[in-house]
């Protein structure tokens, strides 16, 4: 399993950190026995597993709840990091601590939280109390509001000097790595550059020190979402309506079940 000092290591030798989001026992089980070096119990859980239209619905509760899951399937195998869910951190630091407190105890080795201003302390705190945290900038899903869409982030200059300077921060307060999401690859790669702890992307190009992507994405469960950033490494919905197609037909031919699959 990696561990947080491994992070460092890894941008110091070049090694790309592979991570994916991960919600529930059944898939944890499958990635445990993968090369995927972390799993993200991610906010994006409200809209993967709840049908929700953003990461604003998330809750402790919900997190919580799949970090146990994903902590069960792994088994001990994998470097899980769990979302502090939307305003978590803005009530608060006893708020935030307890919030991280309870992801950890459900499994999690790390948390990960959007946006640094104002953040400061509480990262700081989190990670002098032994808690480390990843930090998230650029397309901040939780920030989808005042973005005024899920849109491109720090396209001027003047966006990427601030970009920058914010990581910078979150390094400062005591990140181990941050994710970028959704921003020229030229800024990831300024980014990735000028500061020492790893950054792992999403639509941030490939000058970064890893990727990141979700599960249900990348294995081809929703076609109908084709954001630039992805590749699909499966056509999983129609492998799965293959499958349930054959059992509905196999069922109503009396196919299934066989004497074999019987009990005499
Ligand atoms: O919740 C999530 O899935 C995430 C990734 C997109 C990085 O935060």
Redesign the pocket.
């Known amino acids: 399993m990696l561990t947080v000092p491994e992070f460092a290591t890894r941008k110091k030798r070049n090694e790309k950190i592979t991570m994916i989001?991960c919600y529930d026992a059944s898939f944890a089980r499958i990635l445990a026995e993968s090369p995927i070096d972390v799993l993200?119990i991610?906010?994006?859980?409200s809209m993967v597993m709840q049908g929700e239209d953003s990461?604003i619905q998330a809750s402790m509760d919900s997190i919580e709840f799949f970090t146990k899951c994903v902590s069960k399937g792994a088994g001990g195998k994998k470097f899980l990091v769990a979302?502090l869910p939307f305003l978590s951190t803005r009530k608060g630091i006893r708020f935030g601590v307890e919030s991280a407190e309870r992801l950890l105890k459900a499994g999690a080795h790390a948390v990960?939280l959007e946006g640094i201003k104002g953040n400061e302390k509480l990262v700081a705190h989190l990670t002098d109390s032994g808690i480390p945290v990843m930090g998230?900038l650029g397309l901040t899903?939780q920030f989808v509001n005042a973005f005024g869409g899920m849109k491109v982030q720090a396209k001027t200059g003047e966006a990427q000097d601030q970009l920058l300077q914010e990581s910078i921060l979150f390094q400062k307060c005591g990140a181990f790595s941050l994710?970028l999401?959704c921003v020229p690859s030229a800024i990831a790669g300024r980014i990735t550059q000028e500061i020492s702890i790893p950054t792992i992307g999403?639509g941030a190009g490939a000058r970064v020190d890893g990727q990141?992507l979700?599960l249900q994405d990348m294995l081809g469960f929703n076609p109908a979402f084709k954001p630039k950033f992805l590749r699909t490494y499966l056509d999983g919905k129609n492998l799965f309506l293959d499958a349930f197609q054959s059992f509905h037909e196999e069922v109503r031919s009396s196919e299934f079940p066989s004497q074999e699959e019987s009990y005499l």
């Open positions: 989001t993200l991610g906010d994006s859980s990461t979302d990960k998230h899903p994710v999401e999403i990141v979700v």
